[in-house]
């Protein structure tokens, strides 16, 4: 809440995004770096002393204009390689938290899923749109069925 009131009363243009990683895999063992990459942004390194089994800030952008369609993508990695992987796509409008929850039952799901090519992402074991919300699951819910052809 803090940076919310320190981006409203700052001089700079634009909004605040604060990017959030939660995450089921363990630190050090599971994965030993974390990559974040937003729109326009290098790669950030975050740390890995951070408790991310509840949501723990992993980057901060500012100057985001409103109405700028935000992507960031987190990759967990261990040895220099990709573990997991997730990009979350969000509407800016104000000063915002974009939450990415990134879980163990991703590690063998392939997306997107067949008769969904909109769901790139796993969340949960399951294949979602990229603008899925983790705070309002509501635009969470897994695609429909496709009968097979």
Known sequence: AMW????????TSGH????QLQTDLAPGLEFDEVLVQGTGVRS?????RDD???PTEVAEFGGVASGTRFSVEIQLRRGGR???????ERRISGDTIVAVIVTRNCL???C?????????ECRGGV??????????????APPPCVPPQ
């Open 16 to 19: 605040t995004v604060v990017v």
């Open 82 to 88: 990709d573990v997991l992987a997730r990009r979350v």
């Open 108 to 110: 063998e799901v392939a």
């Open 4 to 11: 919310l009131a320190a981006a409203a009363t700052g001089c």
């Open 52 to 54: 991310y089994g509840r």
């Open 112 to 120: 997107p899923a067949p008769g969904s090519p909109v769901a790139t």
């Open 44 to 48: 950030r390194r975050a740390s890995l």
């Open 127 to 140: 294949c979602v749109p990229p603008d899925c919300d983790d705070r309002d699951r509501e635009g969470c």
